[in-house]
């Protein structure tokens, strides 16, 4: 099963199957029990399209993975356009699938999540269906305290 397709399912499970382990400021971190994964998340505060968008940094320690960067645009995309994530003076690019995007390796989530850490900002900019470009921005103010807490949380510690 692909990567986008799993973390997609995990953000479709009822909200009664989550604790919350804290909101940091526009970030909130979250803990499922089956299966245990752990995410922090939060909701553009400018958005580029109608749909509710997101961005999520997530740990699922039976899948090995560990602060992987998920992103539901807040627009379906143009198939035919890249989408890139902007932090600072850092820009990636992300893989994609109509609305959801993601890093393309963890090399990627590891340099990603290290330009959140110390940028106050981030984009996700794309081509949406009709030839528009929209954007995304997000706050990252109290992001990196929300992704360590996912992180311990799914660690045990």
């Given at each position: 099963?692909?990567?986008?397709?799993?973390?997609?399912?995990?953000?479709?499970?009822?909200?009664?199957?989550?604790?919350?382990?804290?909101?940091?400021?526009?970030?909130?971190?979250?803990?499922?029990?089956?299966?245990?994964?752990?995410?922090?998340i939060a909701r553009p505060v400018m958005a580029g399209g109608r749909?509710?968008?997101?961005?999520?940094?997530?740990?699922?320690?039976?899948?090995?993975?560990?602060?992987?960067?998920?992103?539901?645009?807040?627009?379906?995309?143009?198939?035919?356009?890249?989408?890139?994530?902007?932090?600072?003076?850092?820009?990636?690019?992300?893989?994609?699938?109509?609305?959801?995007?993601?890093?393309?390796?963890?090399?990627?989530?590891?340099?990603?999540?290290?330009?959140?850490?110390?940028?106050?900002?981030?984009?996700?900019?794309?081509?949406?269906?009709?030839?528009?470009?929209?954007?995304?921005?997000?706050?990252?103010?109290?992001?990196?305290?929300?992704?360590?807490?996912?992180?311990?949380?799914?660690?045990?510690?």
């Open positions: 099963m692909k990567f986008a397709v799993l973390l997609a399912l995990a953000f479709a499970a009822p909200v009664a199957a989550r604790d919350t382990i804290g909101i940091y400021k526009g970030w909130g971190a979250f803990y499922d029990a089956s299966p245990a994964r752990c995410f922090a749909a509710s968008g997101f961005a999520s940094v997530a740990t699922w320690p039976k899948r090995g993975l560990r602060a992987s960067l998920y992103v539901r645009l807040s627009r379906e995309r143009d198939r035919s356009a890249g989408v890139t994530l902007t932090i600072g003076e850092r820009r990636f690019a992300l893989v994609a699938n109509g609305l959801d995007a993601w890093a393309g390796d963890a090399p990627s989530d590891r340099a990603i999540v290290a330009a959140m850490r110390s940028g106050r900002s981030m984009s996700v900019e794309a081509v949406g269906v009709g030839g528009r470009p929209f954007v995304d921005v997000y706050a990252l103010s109290g992001g990196a305290t929300a992704i360590d807490a996912a992180v311990l949380a799914c660690s045990g510690g």
